[in-house]
C-alpha cells in the first residue's frame, strides 16, 4: 500500500464549477498535509496546508482533513482554466518523512 | 511564501560530462533539502535526502556515486551528475524543507533543472 494515494485522473471540470480533488494517507499519525500544484514543465508549487481537523480556506481553495478517515481533500470553487494542472497531495508522517501522492490532472474546460 | 532557488534552469551537455546543480534557500536554513527527478508526464520520484553536515540519504536503485550530493551549508545543496549519458537526461527538481516556526516543515520547491545530454 502506498503511503499516500491519490486518483491520477484526468479530471474534467467547466469553467466556474467546483473541482473536487482526494487524496487518502496510510500512516494514522501523520501531522501534516500539503497541497502542491504543478503545471506541465514547471516545478511543484505550494497552495495550501493544512494540520487540524475540518475545513481551511484560502480564495477559492478549501482544504478538508478528516483524521479519523485519513483523508484530504482540495475543492477549487469557480474554476479557471488557469486551475488546469496537476495536483499533488502530500503528507508529513510520524517518523516526519515527506511523501508525494503521484497527482491528480485536472483540466478545467473553458 | 519561501524562495528556494535552483541553478541552472537548462543544460545540455555532450555525453560524458559531469553536471553540477545547484539549490539555494534563500530566506531559511535548512538541514535538509531533497533532489527529485520527472520524467514527461510522469511523477516525481524522489532520488536522495540532502543533510547538511553528513552523507545524503539515497533512495533504492539511485546510484550514489553518479549523482554525487553535497550539502556543505544550511542554505546549499549541490547534485552533480557524473558522467552523463542520454537516459539521464530528464527535469530535477530540488526542495528545501523549512523547519523553522510553527512546525509544519513545509517542502519548498526550486525551479527545476532541465538536463538534456546529447
Known amino acids: 500500500q502506498k503511503e499516500v494515494e491519490q486518483n491520477s485522473g484526468p479530471l474534467s471540470v467547466p469553467e466556474g464549477a467546483i473541482a473536487s480533488l482526494n487524496c487518502t494517507y496510510s500512516d494514522r499519525g501523520s501531522q501534516s498535509f500539503f497541497w502542491y500544484r504543478q503545471y506541465s514543465g514547471k516545478s511543484p508549487e505550494l497552495i495550501m496546508f493544512i494540520y487540524s481537523n475540518g475545513d481551511k480556506e484560502d480564495g477559492r481553495f478549501t482544504a478538508q482533513l478528516n483524521k479519523a478517515s485519513q483523508y484530504v481533500s482540495l475543492l477549487i470553487r469557480d474554476s479557471q482554466p488557469s486551475d488546469s494542472a496537476t495536483y499533488l497531495c502530500a503528507v508529513r508522517s510520524t517518523g516526519n518523512q515527506f511523501y508525494f501522492g503521484t497527482g491528480t490532472s485536472l483540466t478545467v474546460i473553458p | 511564501g519561501a524562495v528556494v532557488s535552483q541553478h541552472p534552469s537548462w543544460v545540455i551537455c555532450k555525453s560524458g560530462t559531469s553536471v553540477k546543480i545547484e539549490c539555494r534557500s534563500l530566506?531559511?536554513?535548512?538541514?535538509?533539502m531533497f533532489w527529485y527527478r520527472q520524467f514527461p508526464k510522469q511523477s516525481l520520484m524522489l532520488m536522495a535526502t540532502?543533510?547538511?553536515?553528513?552523507?545524503?540519504?539515497?533512495e533504492q536503485g539511485v546510484e550514489k556515486d553518479k549523482f554525487l550530493i553535497n550539502h556543505a551549508s544550511l542554505t546549499l545543496s549541490t547534485l552533480t551528475v557524473t558522467s552523463a549519458h542520454p537516459e539521464d537526461s530528464s527535469f530535477y527538481i530540488c526542495s528545501a524543507r523549512d523547519e523553522s516556526g510553527s512546525g509544519n516543515h513545509i517542502q519548498y520547491f526550486g525551479a527545476g533543472t532541465r538536463l538534456s545530454v546529447l
Open positions: 530566506d531559511f536554513q535548512a538541514t535538509t
Open positions: 540532502s543533510n547538511e553536515g553528513s552523507k545524503a540519504t539515497y
